[in-house]
């Protein structure tokens, strides 16, 4: 009995670790599902290029999967959440992603900026490449001044720097035509060919490592001189071949591909299509010596509301599919993020990029002009803006501000403005057709909408009620930027003003801002106009004066300067004081607004001794 009781513990143990060992391998042994790796796409929604939590998935967008060798491997769609999934993705494969034309705005196109797990995604205006042109028949001028969108034959796609990249050694490839400065070359005549530079980098087009030999890939790198940088400009036909000066052979797209994403390589020269590229110059107008924008063709004119999109758009102004904007569609100013947009035209309107409106008023009355606007900070929130012509200063705003916007995607409402100045700006307009024009003042300034909003209807005429030889400023029929403001020190305790704002100044009568008076002189005679006035300085102390509607003898009043003081109507290098041969009756004398921060307080015609 001791033995067998020695004896069972031992075989337990052999058994238990036998079980153990049988279990082990059971789990070693288990076969494992793959892991299927996800690929998320996401619409780059504030801009930035940067992956956020703002950015939207873009759900059943087609993605197809190639080898390096641009076969195609796959092809599925992404889910509601923007996610593809792939159980393989060898090195060097790449994706080419693409919307539904259905699901796509008029004139626009998908385009994706690759990451490691997740692409970036927006929504550009395709090109218009229409104006193909021979370059045989341009000056080396005409070239140089131009910029090209460059077509392969074959696929008729342009060819582009991969990804917006600004780095040396970014890949050249093909994809459709968009209205984006990484498909513009700027082309320049060197010794011994030309060169090709993106607009966004400023770098040339260039085979990489001076390769001699076929398949030697195409890519972006700054300028040194050497010759895998120039290209020979071959006519062949209709199109042209290009050459590599340093190899002699030709720039073609990869083993003849028509789809998008394809790379650009050299190759020995065979005339094939895939070989042959046409230009076509970028639709953008040339710069105009006059800031003044040709006015011609006009928008159709519309109601007093109008979506951005309605506009006529020129250069790089953009219109972009989003959800969340009025109509579907916002419209904004070129990403300053990239070349030749870096530097805002903060000195002066850029006439070039601009967006036109035509609104039809039923009504004479004192507008202002609301928009819905969007900007992501200081730096990218507003436009210049004119409405008509404003002469001789157009810009009847100076700088038009999108003061505290919400942060993009949102719209926030806010009324068109003078920096520092009136806000809203108020303009009188008349019944009939009326020009709203924005110009380019900062990059990446977003329009999503704007109306043309009746403040105060003013019907004609608009005459004020006659009275005696002494008048209170604040009696007067006030239009424009005319207002009343209380004083306690003032005649009548108020007087009227413009407000002092970003050197708000006009330069003749009539003009929308006015202050009217009418006067009943008891008897025919001589008179002077005696005036109470309020100022700061030389910039803010004149009027126009018109009397009973003889704009011909406008008077410019150079009013004395000081806190308050009392003078007498004159006009510049005339009699000081001006006499008035008045007849006995009715006399209208209106105050025109000339520079802004100008105060009159008390009027009195005063007779002259006979």
Not at 140 to 163: G, K, M, P, W
Not at 509 to 531: D, E, I, M, Q
Request: proline share 6%.
């Amino acid at each position: 009995m001791p033995a067998n009781s020695t004896t069972f513990p031992k075989l337990y143990l052999v058994l238990s670790l036998i079980i153990f060992i049988s279990l082990s391998a059971c789990t070693v042994n288990k076969p494992q599902e793959a892991s299927i790796p996800a690929y998320q796409l996401l619409l780059d929604e504030n801009g930035d290029g940067l992956k956020s939590v703002s950015d939207i998935p873009l759900a059943n967008v087609s993605v197809r999967l190639f080898s390096s060798n641009d076969e195609l491997l796959s092809q599925t769609y992404s889910d509601k959440d923007g996610f593809v999934y792939f159980k393989n993705r060898p090195e060097g494969s790449y994706l080419q992603i693409s919307a539904e034309t259905s699901t796509l705005a008029t004139n626009s196109a998908l385009s994706c900026e690759p990451h490691a797990d997740y692409s970036l995604c927006s929504f550009e205006t395709l090109a218009d490449t229409s104006d193909k042109v021979n370059l045989m028949n341009l000056t080396t001028q005409a070239i140089s001044e131009s910029s090209f969108y460059i077509l392969n034959v074959a696929s008729q796609l342009c060819a582009q720097v991969s990804s917006n990249s600004l780095e040396d050694g970014a890949n050249i490839q093909q994809q459709t035509c968009v209205n984006a400065p990484r498909q513009q070359w700027q082309v320049k005549q060197v010794t011994g060919g030309y060169t090709l530079t993106a607009a966004h980098s400023n770098k040339v087009m260039e085979v990489a490592l001076a390769g001699l030999a076929d398949g030697s890939n195409v890519e972006q790198a700054s300028w040194t001189g050497a010759n895998h940088q120039i290209w020979e400009i071959v006519q062949d036909g209709d199109a042209y071949k290009l050459v590599a000066l340093h190899s002699g052979k030709c720039l073609e797209v990869k083993n003849g591909k028509t789809n998008n994403g394809v790379s650009l390589w050299q190759n020995s020269c065979n005339g094939s299509d895939a070989q042959r590229f046409s230009f076509a110059l970028v639709n953008a107008p040339a710069p105009n010596p006059d800031p003044t924008p040709d006015p011609t063709p006009n928008p159709d004119c519309g109601p007093l509301a109008q979506e951005a999109e309605a506009g006529i758009l020129y250069g790089a102004l953009q219109k972009t599919a989003f959800a969340n904007a009025s109509g579907g569609f916002f419209v904004h100013t070129p990403d300053g993020d990239q070349p030749p947009y870096l530097k805002d035209s903060i000195i002066q309107p850029d006439t070039v990029n601009r967006m036109e409106y035509c609104f039809t008023v039923t009504k004479k009355g004192i507008y202002a002009l609301k928009t819905f606007v969007a900007g992501f900070d200081d730096s990218d929130d507003s436009f210049w803006v004119r409405i008509d012509d404003n002469e001789p200063f157009p810009y009847l705003f100076s700088d038009i501000r999108l003061r505290n916007p919400n942060p993009f995607p949102n719209f926030s409402q806010d009324y068109a403005k003078d920096r520092n100045g009136n806000d809203p700006v108020k303009v009188v307009l008349s019944p009939g057709k009326h020009y709203v024009s924005f110009f380019m003042r900062e990059s990446d300034s977003r329009l999503d909408k704007l109306e043309l909003e009746l403040l105060e209807a003013t019907p004609d005429p608009i005459e004020p009620t006659c009275a005696g030889l002494v008048q209170e400023a604040e009696t007067a029929i006030l239009t424009g930027d005319f207002y009343i403001k209380n004083s306690p020190s003032s005649s009548g305790g108020a007087y009227i003003e413009t407000p002092t704002a970003f050197f708000k100044f006009q330069a003749s009568a009539p003009n929308p801002h006015s202050a009217s008076f009418c006067f009943n002189v008891p008897s025919s005679g001589s008179y002077t106009l005696k005036g109470w006035l309020r100022f700061s300085s030389e910039s803010h102390n004149s009027f126009h004066v018109v009397i009973d509607d003889n704009v011909a003898g406008t008077y410019l009043w150079d009013t004395a300067i000081g806190t308050a003081v009392e003078d007498f109507l004159k006009t510049r290098g005339g009699p000081d004081p001006a006499v008035l041969n008045l007849s006995a009756g009715n006399h209208k004398v209106v105050f025109y607004q000339r520079e802004d921060g100008t105060k009159l307080d008390k009027l009195e015609l005063i007779p002259l001794a006979q």
